[in-house]
């Protein structure tokens, strides 16, 4: 995903005043410009959602995927002045008092970047450092062509890190859900 920064610091009642068509998330008070997702990224979100949605079935917990705003405040963000607004590739919360009609106000319990090929260093990096920040649970960064699974979860206030070859079926550890890699073509 090629991303374009813009000079002036932003917060999501600036986010929401964009209307040039475009996608973008707010990081850091700093606009990115996504670009539209490959086939290969499409199969493995849409794959995710399926397995998710079918596991989460008359259960409290949703899943939801991209676009769909989500916004997660610093500590000197102001309600509706958050400087951080993303777009998970696949986010599963189970606190509904989070919803808003525009999309999660909080962190999710889960979120899951799908990795394009000029997006990894935004989202093993930066992304990566706003979800610990922000008190997420559990974040995977998928890398569909490479088949590589990055895994953090997050232990006493920082995450920690694993990397597998996503093959078989891996389970979320905070709740306990499972994808089967095999079935993402």
Partial sequence: MSAQRQLKSATYT???????GKRYELIQGQFWL??????????????????????LLGKPCRVFVA?????LAEIYDADGFESNVVQPDVLITCDRTKETPTGLKGAPEVTIEVISPNGSGRDLVIKRRLYERAGVQEYWAFDPEGRVLHMHRLIDGKFAYESVIARGVITLQTLDLAIDFDQIE
């Fill in 14 to 20: 600036d986010y929401l005043q964009i209307g040039d």
């Fill in 67 to 71: 676009p769909f705003d989500v916004r």
């Fill in 34 to 55: 996504m670009a539209g997702a490959g086939t290969l990224h499409q199969r493995a979100v849409g794959e995710m959602h399926r397995q998710f949605a079918n596991q």
